[in-house]
């Protein structure tokens, strides 16, 4: 089945940092991957999204490149702020929309001033 | 601004006891998902409903747990008997059509079985 693996957390990082976090699937056919990000006390929020091989989802600073040679959809900022502080969870649907998602078990990032 | 009702935002339930949640989706959107959330895991798909109709199933433990989306609109999530390994964050979220549209999701609530 359907699988996400994203790199075990916490990561702390010092405010302006450079970020990656890794995140690669298995999936049958192509699936479209995303990011979400939880706030402390908040919902899921959507970050990102790429729907086909080679495409870059990207917001707020936050990049994520669909590779599909490598299975992976890696995060990236280049410059990260306190205000990042979260748990971001790497995700996939497959089955051409019509199924939910499969997420991995989340990071938690932590910037400190 | 748009939003997934979720409620009660925390339940306390003894062991056995049945237990109840309730979402309200955005308006117009005709896909509507519950998660289970345990601690430190990444959200794990329940059930899938596409107006009223369920489209995914397979991961609801069904000897105990049922969802209904009677009108294609609000949705319960039901479990009965609850049990300790029940305990986790229930999840609702919604989309305009399936997950090839953004997913929105409620703040969900908090169970612990006791």
């Known amino acids: ?113 | 601004e748009a939003e997934v009702a979720q409620s009660p935002r925390y339940k306390i339930t003894e062991k056995s006891q049945a237990v109840a949640f309730w979402c309200d989706p955005i308006s117009g959107h005709a896909t509507l998902y519950w998660y289970r959330q345990i601690l430190g895991q990444g959200p794990e798909l329940l059930v899938q409903f596409q107006d009223e109709s369920v489209v995914d199933d397979s991961q609801l433990p069904k000897d105990r747990f049922s969802a209904e989306r009677l009108k294609g609109v609000d949705s319960t999530l039901k479990i009965q008997p609850a049990e300790l390994g029940d305990s986790a964050m229930y999840l609702c979220a919604s989309s305009l059509e399936g997950t090839a549209t953004e997913a929105f999701f409620g703040q969900g609530t908090r169970l612990t079985v006791v």
């Open chain 1, 1 to 113: 089945g359907d699988s996400v693996t994203q790199m075990e957390g916490p990561v702390t990082l010092s405010e302006e940092a450079f970020l990656t976090i890794n995140c690669t699937y298995t999936a049958t056919g192509y699936p479209s991957l995303f990011w979400y990000v939880q706030y402390p006390g908040e919902g899921l929020q959507l970050l990102l999204k790429a729907t086909k091989a080679d495409d870059k989802g990207s917001n707020k600073g936050f990049e994520a490149t669909y590779r599909k040679e490598t299975t992976s959809f890696h995060l990236e900022k280049g410059s990260v702020q306190v205000s990042d502080s979260a748990v971001y969870f790497c995700a996939l649907a497959s089955g051409g929309g019509a199924d939910g998602l499969t997420f991995g078990k989340g990071t938690h990032l932590i910037i400190q001033p």
